[in-house]
């Protein structure tokens, strides 16, 4: 081939190698796609806390205020949501609130029970007896009692009017109001914003759950349920404005 020809067809085998190099070099072009998309991100669960439970105590954003999911990290797995073995000589559908052990049991058929855990407050431990759920309130406003405003004026005095329902209100996410015939008990069974303090003896308030299953008891338990309070213990002496003995706001603690 002569030097003319061979300088002829540099030009057309130009394209050609080109088009070969691009070729080689898809495989890393698409390689470097792929690595550069997001990668799913991972959320840290709680050591020994199944998908069952948080699933149970993940974020509803479908309520009013879209409540998230619960801190489960420092809690006892026996004071989550469960169904189990209680045999008792109350109704099915009737709550049984035991304060010595910080549990609520749900009756169901066949001696079963739907068990949640609750934290017991110092008008939780101040009363027992039968009641009747005469009204079920969804995501209450929060009065504090004219005792605790003058035990603690600072944090509880400008909440003299009430509060506002909401993720910070110490009722919560639902209660539920105790009567006695035409008598409002003060007993209160309702949610918390202190997750931490399901299981444990607290210085305030009656019967709190977590918010995730004040929810779920308020969607099982219509008005006129009847609710058993056990409490072995001394019974305290309350403040007369806590015990029921002084007309108090529907929505206090």
């Known amino acids: 081939m002569s030097p003319a020809t061979t300088a002829a067809s540099a030009p057309s085998l130009l394209p050609?190698?080109?088009?070969?190099?691009?070729?080689?070099?898809?495989?890393?072009?698409?390689?470097?796609?792929?690595?550069a998309q997001p990668q799913p991100?991972?959320?840290?669960?709680?050591?020994?806390?199944?998908?069952?439970?948080?699933?149970?105590?993940g974020e509803q954003p479908e309520e009013t205020f879209p409540l998230p999911a619960t801190d489960l990290s420092e809690v006892d797995e026996r004071f989550l949501r469960q169904e189990v073995s209680y045999p008792t000589r109350e109704a099915p559908g009737t709550i049984v609130v035991d304060t010595d052990n910080r549990f609520l049991?749900?009756?169901?058929?066949?001696?079963?029970?739907i068990r949640y855990g609750?934290?017991?407050?110092?008008?939780?431990?101040?009363?027992?007896?039968?009641?009747?759920?005469?009204?079920?309130?969804?995501?209450?406003?929060?009065t504090p009692t004219a005792a605790m405003i003058a035990r603690d004026p600072e944090k509880n005095g400008p909440w003299a009017g009430g509060m506002a329902a909401g993720l910070?209100?110490?009722?919560g996410a639902r209660a539920l109001y105790l009567y006695?015939?035409?008598r409002d008990t003060l007993y209160r069974i309702h949610g918390?914003?202190?997750?931490?303090?399901?299981?444990?003896?607290?210085?305030s308030g009656?019967?709190?759950?977590?918010?995730?299953?004040i929810i779920d008891l308020h969607s099982r338990v219509p008005t006129g349920t009847t609710v058993v309070v056990l409490n072995r213990r001394t019974l305290l002496t309350p403040d007369p404005a806590e015990d029921g003995s002084i007309p108090l706001p529907d929505d206090s603690i």
């Open 168 to 171: 910070d209100n110490p009722l």
């Open 41 to 57: 991100f991972e959320v840290a669960t709680p050591p020994g806390i199944s998908a069952h439970y948080l699933a149970m105590y």
């Open 180 to 182: 006695q015939g035409n």
């Open 118 to 142: 609750i934290g017991v407050g110092k008008q939780g431990m101040s009363w027992r007896g039968r009641a009747t759920v005469a009204r079920k309130a969804e995501w209450p406003r929060w």
């Open 206 to 213: 009656c019967i709190r759950m977590f918010n995730q299953d």
């Open 192 to 203: 918390t914003s202190e997750p931490w303090s399901i299981g444990k003896s607290v210085s």
């Open 16 to 35: 050609r190698l080109l088009r070969r190099l691009a070729v080689m070099l898809m495989p890393l072009s698409l390689a470097a796609c792929v690595s």
């Open 105 to 113: 049991y749900l009756v169901r058929e066949g001696g079963r029970a």
